[in-house]
């Protein structure tokens, strides 16, 4: 049990397609996050929620749109993607205060063909 | 802006030996927090140590411990007595006071542990 759920483990879709990703938080955390991991570059934050609102978008696609029902919940919904987009995506939760670290989930691995 | 480097894309080690990972960051704040995460093949990030940038003191916790030089701006990784569990990618990662939220992480270090 990592405390961060992340569902799908793994997912190849097409550009035209449209898809989730799911995450789920069992810490009592109040932020939530969405990161990109591409190959032989710096993890790269795309949303941010704290308290269910988000704080922070670093200028994302979008293509890419977060919703966060939910304390506990972070959705990443996926539509008309580039095979750019390909790559792990992480989310990652923490309680919010100044010093704590990111918990992170097991990623999901995007692929766009 | 923040910035955080990791020069070395890979390393090895012999078990039970020590491995020294380098990182060095950029930034005009005086308050801030340091930390390395370790992601193993199964890719969930895992904290191994964090260090506070008021403490003088270098964190350890077991077998890792950090050589934290605010002056410089260099925040290294000893992994000492090196395990086979240890093979991994190992990311430094810098938070600041007032961005809250914001962390940056460099580029990641891949360490093989080789038995």
């Known amino acids: 049990e990592t405390g961060v759920t992340q569902t799908p483990r793994h997912l190849v879709m097409g550009m035209t397609n449209k898809k989730s990703l799911k995450c789920e938080q069992h810490l009592g955390h109040n932020a939530m996050y969405w990161y990109k991991q591409s190959a032989k570059k710096p993890l790269e934050l795309m949303f941010v929620y704290s308290l269910e609102e988000r704080v922070e978008n670093n200028s994302v696609p979008s293509r890419f749109s977060p919703e966060c029902p939910n304390s506990s919940h972070l959705f990443l919904h996926l539509h008309t993607l580039q095979p750019e987009d390909s790559a792990l995506y992480l989310c990652?939760?923490?309680?919010?205060?100044?010093?704590?670290?990111?918990?992170f989930g097991n990623g999901t691995r995007l692929t766009v063909t | 802006a923040q910035t955080v480097t990791q020069s070395q894309p890979e390393m090895s080690v012999q078990e039970a030996e020590t491995v020294t990972l380098s990182c060095t960051y950029d930034?005009?704040?005086?308050?801030?927090?340091l930390f390395w995460y370790k992601q193993p093949p199964s890719r969930q990030m895992i904290l191994v140590i964090r260090?506070?940038?008021?403490?003088?003191q270098n964190a350890t916790e077991n077998r890792f411990s950090v050589n934290f030089q605010k002056a410089a701006k260099s925040f290294s990784l000893k992994i000492s007595d090196s395990q086979l569990g240890d093979t991994a990618m190992y990311f430094c990662?810098?938070?600041?006071?007032?961005?809250?939220?914001?962390?940056?992480f460099g580029t990641g270090t891949s360490l093989t542990v080789i038995p």
């Open positions: 260090q506070e940038a008021y403490k003088q």
């Open positions: 990662a810098f938070m600041s006071y007032p961005t809250g939220n914001q962390f940056y």
């Open positions: 990652a939760s923490s309680p919010g205060q100044i010093n704590s670290p990111l918990h």
């Open positions: 930034t005009s704040e005086s308050n801030y927090y």
